[in-house]
């Protein structure tokens, strides 16, 4: 069955340690259903760490090791959620992935139902 809301991510690439990024989801289908986009990646100790999330009305939610380095921030005229990544540390290289959900807004990977394809990060030094 197809997904009724479906996240695009886009913006990956590769830059430099200390550079600056800015990643797009695009959220597409039922979004009047969705109240939370979040942006996730894979580390060595788990699957899924939450990286940042802003909710329906504008509150955000970042993990410790980009919080004050990244910023979450969306524009709801175009369904859009961008993840602006600054003072990047190859520890940051990694495919990011969009999920949007229904629920309560945080960093939980299992509370979102809806999932990009990722993007993916490289900080080269």
Partial sequence: QAQVVQPLESGGGTVQVG???????????????VN?????????VKDREGVAA????????YGDLVRGRFTISRDSAKNTVYLE????????????????????CNLYSTR?????QGT?????S
């Fill in 19 to 33: 550079g600056s990024m800015r990643l797009s989801c695009v959220v597409i289908g039922y979004i009047s259903s």
């Fill in 36 to 44: 939370c986009v979040a942006w996730f990646r894979p580390t060595p």
């Fill in 54 to 61: 802003i909710a329906t009305g504008g509150s955000t939610y």
């Fill in 85 to 104: 990544m600054n003072s990047l540390k190859p520890e940051d290289t990694a495919m990011y992935s969009c999920a949007a959900g229904a629920k309560s």
């Fill in 112 to 116: 979102y139902n809806y999932w990009g």
């Fill in 120 to 124: 993916q990060v490289t900080v080269s």
